[in-house]
Structure formats: C-alpha cells, structure tokens
C-alpha cells in the first residue's frame, strides 16, 4: 500500500510564503510524475503543478512564476514552494504520483488559507 503524506499548509497574509511537501511511503516503484493540484471551495478540483523526473516543472497559468515544484528521487517526495501568495490561492492542495504501470494515487489534502 503507497501512501502521501503532506504538510506544510497553514494560514498566512497575501504576499507571504509557503512550502508544502509531500513524502510517499510503502511500495511504491518507479514514480513518473509527481504534482499538485488544489480544491477551493465549491470549485472543481484542478491541477497547479507537476513535474517528471530529470524534468522541469510544467505549472497552470494562474501559478506561474509564483510557485516552483521540485521533487527528491531519493526521498520519494515532492514539494510546492510558493510565494507571493494571493487570496485566491486559497484551496485544499493534492499531492499526487503517476507511479509503477500507470498507478494515481493522492494524498489526504492539505489546506492553504491565504488572507487580505
């Protein structure tokens, strides 16, 4: 059984910073891609970052050039580096892994209040 363990959520004012991770854990092999994705409330889930390994990250528009994904190989995790947070950052934010034959599997959520 693979499970994702995120932290690094919490409340803070617009402008301010925050790092979210995201560690696997059980047996998990050959992770393609690892990413993040946010729900606000009542909005549909959607996607903010992700990244393959060797690559670059690929990231929504709203988020570009505010948040940075990296991940670590060799401690199966991932991370969210964001800054110059907006209220609309605002959401639940996912981690997730494309891992083994084509395997999804997300983390429990992790919530991201960003005040005015």
């Known amino acids: 059984q693979v499970q994702l363990v995120e932290s690094g959520g919490g409340l803070v004012q617009a402008g301010e910073s925050l790092r979210l991770s995201c560690a696997a854990s059980g047996s998990v092999f050959r992770i393609n891609v690892m990413g993040w994705s946010r729900q606000a409330p009542g ?18 528009d709203s988020v570009k050039g505010r948040f940075t994904i990296s ?10 580096q ?14 997730n892994l494309v891992w083994g034959s084509g395997r999804v599997t997300w983390g429990q959520g992790t919530q991201v209040t960003v005040s005015s």
């Open 71 to 80: 991940r670590d190989n060799a401690k199966n995790t991932v991370y969210l």
């Open 82 to 95: 964001m800054n110059s947070l907006k209220p609309e950052d605002t959401a639940v934010y996912y981690c």
């Open 43 to 60: 909005k549909q889930r959607e996607a903010v970052a992700s990244i393959i390994s060797g690559g670059a990250g690929t990231y929504a």
